[in-house]
């Protein structure tokens, strides 16, 4: 071999040997990368974790908060409100009534026929619209004028005239799913604002009055007949077509629980006397606490970076408006730490960006290489198996938490095959149990829908949850409000 071709040699011998050690630094940092991701994994699922010993603690905690709210108002993060609906709709009630159900990005109006005894709910139309992202934080004013100016359109298009005489004041179902201190089923003043809304001036005003002020602006002849919180239009409606319905739940963008509670084990308001000794309280669970949820550092991060924080804790965990976000947070800190994502991290770093409808798609993605993950976040498969699991924590603790949650009101009112904490109800005795469930968690979600209910199922024992009905609710947030303007008509 001459000079030439033994440096020719030599030189790619260099380059191979550079390549190789390039190529196995790579394969090295790129294993450590993937050890470090998995160790991240690991870190949040066992924060997530929700043993049937953890759900149980949940569920006491639950029922013993919910003593707290009924003893004193500051008494739990529980607020425990009272509705002043004392009996829910029976089927009687009978006329055209409207109902405006503003708790989301849209509010929706509505026109329903009821028929009395017998023909039930003759027809009904609706029509959605979303709220302007400047009205959410501008004032209360500008606020309201534009939900009964939409209003008023909606009533003039519907309305045929042939029924109601025109200049008839037309009677509201006003759906406010917002904490409301209630002074009358009518009535009620705002406590805060939750799910991204901040119009501050109505804070501590009565909402009622604030949207018969704008109706009136806008020359419609209508009066509020029942204000009601999302919830217990739920509740109502579902008691419409089932009397054993005793508690509803709403997980959606935001979350909430109502049941049927006694009067006299209502400590606060001692002496209220109803028709038929009991009402609903609307509990605002949202706000519940306890040292046995599982926070991760991601839900503390959350909480921190949000408008409210230390308020709506629940609600935080489980609820549509945020699981997207704490699937998001741990991605993003994958991306940052194990380097895993590449260029798609950039869009991680966004807050709220991963909605939770996107989530559940890439959860229920079954096709085997993850098309739609792949459509959604990223190319490359395993890291794709990554987000999938990611999404499964994520979801499966906040169903399971919702649960125990359920279960808690359950034992609190004597429904949890236990005795109940206070009801004094005998061992043993069931009796069919429905609880409603309204909200796209649950209603569209199909593995957050199975994972709460087998965490039922779990924590009251198969027998007991034989006589527990959890029945999806829809549209019960708009009909069981005007339902109840209905049963609370002045006419
Ligand atoms: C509100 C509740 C409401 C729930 C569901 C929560 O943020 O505080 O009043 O029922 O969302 O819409």
Redesign the pocket.
């Known amino acids: 071999m001459g000079k030439v071709g033994f440096g020719v040699a030599v030189g790619c011998a260099v380059v191979t040997c550079a390549i190789a050690a390039v190529l196995l630094g790579r394969r090295v940092q790129s294993r450590r990368k993937w050890r470090r991701a998995v160790e991240m994994l690991q870190e949040f699922e066992e924060g997530c974790a929700t043993s049937i010993g953890r759900l149980r603690q949940v569920v006491d905690a639950m029922a013993v908060e919910m003593h707290a709210g009924l003893a004193s108002d500051g008494g739990s993060k529980l607020r425990m409100l009272l509705t002043f609906v004392d009996n829910l709709p029976d089927g009687n009630e009978k006329g055209t009534y409207y109902a405006l159900d503003l ?2 990005t849209n509010f929706r109006v509505l026109r329903v026929q009821l028929g009395g005894r017998g023909s039930m709910i003759l027809s009904h139309q609706v029509k959605h619209h979303p709220i302007p992202q400047e009205l959410m934080s501008g004032t209360s004013e500008d606020l309201f004028d534009f939900i009964a100016r939409t209003l008023k359109q909606f009533v003039e298009q519907e309305d045929d005239g042939s029924e109601q005489k025109v200049d008839e004041k037309k009677e509201l179902g006003f759906t ?5 201190r209630q002074m009358s089923v009518s009535s009620g003043i705002l406590v ?1 604002w ?2 991204g809304f901040s119009v501050e001036d109505a804070v501590g005003k009565d909402v009622a009055r604030c949207l018969e002020e704008a109706m009136t602006k806008a020359g419609l002849n209508m009066q509020v007949a029942a204000l009601v ?4 239009g739920t509740l109502a409606l579902c008691h419409y077509y089932d009397k054993d319905t005793v508690a509803a739940v ?9 049941y049927v509670e006694r009067t006299d084990a209502i400590i606060k308001c001692q002496g209220l006397l109803t028709s038929s000794g009991g009402t609903v309280v ?1 509990m ?1 669970w ?2 519940f606490w306890s040292s046995h949820l599982p926070r991760t550092s991601y839900d503390i991060a959350l909480d921190d970076e949000s408008p409210n924080s230390n308020d ?1 804790g629940f ?1 935080k965990m489980i ?1 549509g ?1 945020y699981l997207g976000d704490i699937a998001r947070r741990v991605l993003y800190r994958m991306a940052q730490e194990a380097d895993i994502f590449g260029d798609d991290a950039y869009n991680l770093s966004i807050q709220f960006i991963f909605r939770t409808p996107l989530m559940a798609a890439m959860h229920e993605d079954e096709s085997p290489d993850l098309r739609e993950v792949r459509r959604i976040l990223t190319e490359n498969l395993l890291v794709r198996r990554l987000i999938v699991r990611v999404c499964d924590i994520v979801t499966r603790r906040a169903a399971r938490l919702a649960a125990a949650g359920i279960v808690g009101i359950l034992k609190k009112i004597g429904r949890d095959g236990s005795g109940g904490v206070a009801s004094g109800r005998t061992k043993g005795t069931p009796r069919r149990t429905v609880v409603a469930i309204e ?1 796209g968690l649950y209603a569209h979600y199909s593995m957050f829908r199975e994972y709460l209910n087998e965490a039922v199922v779990e924590i009251l024992g198969e027998e007991v949850a034989q006589n527990v009905v959890l029945r999806v609710s829809e549209d019960g ?1 708009g009909i069981g409000a005007a339902l109840l303007a209905a049963a609370y008509s002045s006419n």
Do not use: L, R, W, Y
């Open positions: 708790g989301g406010f799913s917002f904490p409301v805060k939750t799910k919180d999302d919830i217990v709403v997980i959606g963008t935001g979350t909430n629980a109502c609307n605002e949202g706000n709506q609600e609820s408006m909200g947030s």
